[in-house]
């Protein structure tokens, strides 16, 4: 049976009108709701009823029946937050709150800054309550406050309804010297201690703080977890927390389960990708890839991957993205050379044919060196020989490809930019493809993104329009660098004006 992923933020009620429109046609004899029927009704009635088309809905997207689809949404509005929603507050603790956290959503460059101001202008809101106690590390008065009452360590509550170590977990507050010339002095002593949100992490998980303690962003079925913050990334590139390995040990040695979705997500698909390993070696180290999944897979179960499913997700986004170091790191770990990641963005490929297409030939020859397969189109070969910049195999190719690629195609540049390729984007404009190709972006708001000046330059020689905007915020490839903190890229942009 091929299952589907239920829709992100689902809704009861639209759940109960598909069933009734699959009872509805069903009924009418359709050729499509009677194979439903038969797919998934362990025993297909002659004649369905409501109860029957509730059961197919419920299977159809993993869940054994009815009630537990209804149970699994009463888990998702359980735990779901939107963070980035909440509006400021005049309440100085509150406000304090929203903005010293993530909330990956409602992010400005300058936002944490305003609470390191807010900050330095009321010391006292270090130590306001259990949650303020928590984003700013004050272990001394967060001890003090546990030892009254053990219960605070798990209470919900602040700006976005959370418990004090997700506050902990998601703080991005500034060294005090950082937050303005002059007004250090005035942060409480302990606020400039190292390892203060580990001691004060200590003293919450002492108390009882769960350390898979997390939220569901927005109702997405992703959970974002005291780890997830910790690790950082995702959209936007979102700063790790400022002791994030320990943090994240901490948390793992505590009990936090390694199969963190949202984490692998951020620090892979989701951000500027890097080929940095720490995280995935702490997160194998304590059992990525290995037993049930955890708390958040009994709260969740079939919407969220196996720890053998993150595994080949992990080795699919290597592949994708470019990373050795992970990929040399995931198949000593036993990740599957030839496991499909289930992302959209993987398009049903191996890791093998992702590495391939995308021309990373290191990666593609420690997947063929540990016996992986590959079965591309013409296409796809032609693409796989762009993205590697061999112009010699595109010739060998014949003349009819490189139109076709350009009709069907055309944002091939594009991912030749994204994927930091400036052999290949020369290549590729060679052919006929359009340096301002505009999609959603162009390929230089790529460059722009990456902090990649290499690309950029070979773009703008080859007439890169540097003040295109992008289709989604009406921003120029400039525009992009500087949101981006992205200096290098920028001062050159400046400059080709």
Avoid at 136 to 158: I, N
Avoid at 264 to 286: C, I, K, M, P, S
Avoid at 398 to 410: F, K, R, S, V, Y
């Amino acid at each position: 049976m091929a299952v589907r992923r239920l829709p992100d933020n689902p809704s009861l009620e639209r759940l109960r009108k598909q069933a009734k429109t699959l009872l509805r046609q069903a009924l009418a004899g359709d050729p499509e709701a009677l194979g439903l029927l038969a797919e998934f009704h362990p025993r297909p009635p002659r004649t369905p009823r409501l109860s029957d088309a509730q059961l197919v809905t419920a299977r159809e997207y993993g869940f054994t029946g009815w009630p537990r689809l209804k149970a699994h949404l009463d888990t998702v509005e359980r735990y779901s937050r939107a963070p980035h929603r909440v509006a400021s507050s005049p309440d100085l603790p509150t406000e304090f709150l929203r903005l010293a956290c993530l909330t990956y959503g409602a992010e400005h460059p300058g936002r944490t800054r305003e609470a390191d101001l807010l900050l330095s202008r009321h010391p006292a809101l270090a130590t306001a309550n259990v949650f303020t106690m928590a984003a700013t590390g004050s272990a001394d008065a967060l001890a003090e406050t546990l030892a009254g009452d053990p219960a605070l360590a798990r209470a919900q509550g602040g700006p976005f309804g959370w418990e004090p170590l997700l506050y902990l977990a998601y703080a991005r507050l500034r060294p005090p010297a950082d937050a303005r010339p002059g007004t250090s002095d005035r942060h409480p002593a302990e606020a400039r201690t190292p390892g203060r949100y580990l001691a004060a992490a200590g003293l919450l998980l002492n108390h009882g703080a769960d350390p898979d303690a997390g939220f569901l962003w927005d109702g997405l079925t992703s959970p974002f977890t005291a780890l997830t913050g910790a690790f950082g990334g995702g959209e936007g590139d979102q700063p790790p927390h400022p002791e994030s390995l320990a943090l994240a040990r901490l948390l793992l040695t505590a009990g936090a389960d390694p199969n963190d979705s949202q984490t692998l997500y951020n620090r892979g698909l989701g951000g500027v990708f890097t080929d940095d390993t720490a995280h995935l070696q702490l997160l194998l180290e304590f059992g990525l890839g290995r037993g049930s999944g955890g708390a958040w897979h009994v709260r969740l179960g079939p919407t969220l991957p196996s720890p053998r499913q993150l595994l080949r997700e992990e080795l699919s986004t290597a592949a994708l993205r470019g990373g050795p170091r992970r990929t040399r790191l995931l198949l000593a770990h036993g990740a599957e050379v030839d496991g499909r990641g289930g992302h959209p963005a993987f398009g049903g490929h191996t890791p093998y044919e992702l590495a391939l297409m995308n021309g990373h030939t290191e990666v593609a020859e420690l997947l063929a060196a540990a016996g992986a397969s590959a079965d591309l189109t013409e296409l796809e070969t032609f693409a796989a020989a762009c993205m590697r910049a061999d112009a010699a195999a595109v010739a060998a190719l014949g003349p009819d490809l490189p139109a076709l690629a350009l009709a069907q195609h055309p944002e091939l540049i594009n991912h030749a930019a994204e994927q930091r390729k400036p052999g290949a984007v020369r290549l590729l404009a060679g052919l006929g493809f359009d340096v301002n190709h505009l999609s959603r972006a162009t390929p230089l708001h790529a460059a722009a993104w990456n902090d990649d000046v290499e690309t950029a330059r070979t773009l703008i020689e080859l007439g890169a329009d540097p003040t295109i905007k992008d289709a989604e915020h009406g921003a120029t490839p400039l525009g992009w660098a500087e949101y981006g903190g992205n200096p290098e890229v920028a001062a050159y942009l400046r400059q080709a004006r």
